[in-house]
């Protein structure tokens, strides 16, 4: 498994959104880790709203709370522990408040949950967000209410998500859920289950409907979107015929698909593996203009020994030759990684070929964690976490500071290019300025003139900070 966190800033950050229906009840929706778990919580608030709760951005005026939580490292749920604390406070003020914890840790922990937070109302797994509206009644009698059961098939294909916290113009699709990898130290195959594939027909309705709404990107999720496949029986590859293999849908088919919907729509994807990673796919990338030149491919290490501990599936060598494929196919196509220091076992040697690894690839971007054990997975079970914590950090210290020399040497080489950069609003500083993306997935800002979100804009950079590129319209 591999998914992108959104940056720790935003994590935990409240959806914003409008509805019309203010009859109803209300519901207070928080959402921490990646952007798959931001998706399910508008799938979330889909179900909800239609059920008549209208959304509130103050959890203290609200009837209900939901706070869809990540279980990946250890800190993420302490996170989501400390959020509840705060909670506990309004309930004590209104007893007749009800408190659910969806997502990750709620699948991670089950009814331990309702046992251990006496605050806890309902717990619900990331697979059975359609039974909510009957968990909430069941609370409502005042019974502890459970639904954690995953499922082979649920991808939630027909609910059309409530956009929350959208910009209005980037918006994000779920196309598979699960994951099959195993990797040995994620927890995500024993919270989000099996791997599975949406029918292709429902992501495209999806991204027709936002494109036609006004959205002009979207960016196609899933734990490991190479190995997207449907074949419409819901069958993993090795199970088809040649023939169903011919007539299947794989991921390079869905992104060209998605492609030819408008040139006007950019495509993007996340997460990418490098084991499952096929030349097909990118070469879709560089035939469509308007699928983004950038690609986030998770390489966790740069030691080979530590890969086949963690199960990856591929070598250093072979991800440099993925990595190489990528600058030969897509040339200019910028590209993002995850990393992990102190894995079991880690030596200094070790964590030098991930310094080296980086060193040779130079990364546009990199989101960098130190290992954190988690409960049943393979590498709990096998191996000791015997890397102390303090060299755990002074190995994340040193990758990140290289890493930020890498970041700002490439943001340097946009200077004096012109990028086409599609508008998402002001910039975080100056409502004189508007802030959009390159392809490369770099921030671009530029003088509104009578410009707007939305808006394509062709940008010569003339300087940058560390990760930003500053220019004027040509
Ligand atoms: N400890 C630290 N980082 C982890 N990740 C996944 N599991 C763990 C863990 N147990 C990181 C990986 C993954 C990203 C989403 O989170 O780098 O790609
Ligand atoms: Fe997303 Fe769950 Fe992974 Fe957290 S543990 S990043 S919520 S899939």
């Known amino acids: 498994m591999d998914n992108k966190i959104i940056d720790e800033s935003i994590q935990g950050q409240v959806l914003k959104f409008e509805t019309k229906n203010t009859a109803g009840k209300k519901l207070f929706l928080e959402s921490y880790g990646c952007q798959m778990n931001f998706s399910d919580s508008e799938i979330v608030a889909s179900i909800l709203t239609e059920k008549g709760f209208s959304m509130t951005q103050n959890f203290e005026e609200a009837d209900l709370i939901f706070i869809n939580t990540c279980a990946i490292r250890e800190n993420a749920e302490l996170r989501v522990r400390n959020r509840l604390n705060d909670f506990k406070r309004v309930k004590k003020k209104n007893p007749k408040l009800l408190v659910g914890v969806l997502g990750c840790m709620a699948e991670r922990l089950k009814s331990q949950f309702l046992e251990q937070e006496k605050l806890v109302d309902i717990v619900v797994g990331p697979d059975s967000y359609r039974d909510l509206p009957n968990l909430i009644e069941e609370a409502e009698d005042g019974h502890k209410a459970i639904n954690v059961i995953l499922s082979k098939e649920e991808t939630y294909a027909d609910l059309t998500p409530l956009r929350l916290g959208s910009n209005g113009v980037s918006a994000f699709i779920s196309i598979m859920r699960g994951c099959d990898n195993m ?95 096929t030349d097909d796919v990118l070469h879709m990338v560089a035939k469509h203009t308007n699928i983004c030149n950038y690609i986030h491919l998770p390489v966790q290490s740069g030691s080979s020994r530590i890969l086949e501990m963690m199960n990856r599936g591929y070598t250093r060598e072979w991800y440099l030759d993925r990595m190489a494929a990528i600058k030969r196919i897509i040339p200019n196509c910028g590209i993002s990684t995850d990393i992990i220091t102190g894995f079991c076992s880690e030596t200094e040697e070790d964590h030098q070929q991930t310094i080296s690894l980086m060193k040779e690839i130079k990364y546009d971007y990199a989101y960098m964690f130190s290992y954190s054990e988690r409960p049943k997975t393979l590498a709990e079970r096998k191996y000791k976490d015997d890397v102390a914590e303090a060299v755990k950090k002074r190995r994340l210290a040193e990758i990140i500071e290289l890493q930020r020399l890498n970041s700002g040497i490439k943001t340097l080489l946009g200077i004096g290019q012109v990028h086409e950069v599609l508008v998402e609003g002001f910039s975080k500083k100056s409502n004189e300025m508007l802030m959009g993306r390159n392809s490369q997935n770099t921030v671009v800002v530029f003088p509104k003139q009578n410009y707007k979100k939305g808006d394509y804009v062709n940008i010569l950079a003339t300087r940058c900070t560390t990760s930003t590129l500053i220019g004027e319209p040509v």
């Open 183 to 277: 990797c040995s130290f994620c927890v995500v195959p024993f919270t989000r289950g099996r791997e599975r594939s949406r029918d292709p027909d429902s992501i495209i309705a999806e991204a027709k409907d936002v494109f036609d709404n006004g959205y002009k990107e979207v960016t196609l999720l899933g734990q490991n979107v190479d190995s997207y496949l449907w074949s419409g029986g819901g069958l993993k590859k090795e199970n088809l015929s040649s023939e169903q293999q011919a007539a299947a849908t794989n991921f390079a088919q869905l992104l060209e698909k998605v492609a030819l919907i408008s040139p006007q729509l950019r495509v993007r994807f996340s997460t990418s593996h490098p084991k499952d990673m």
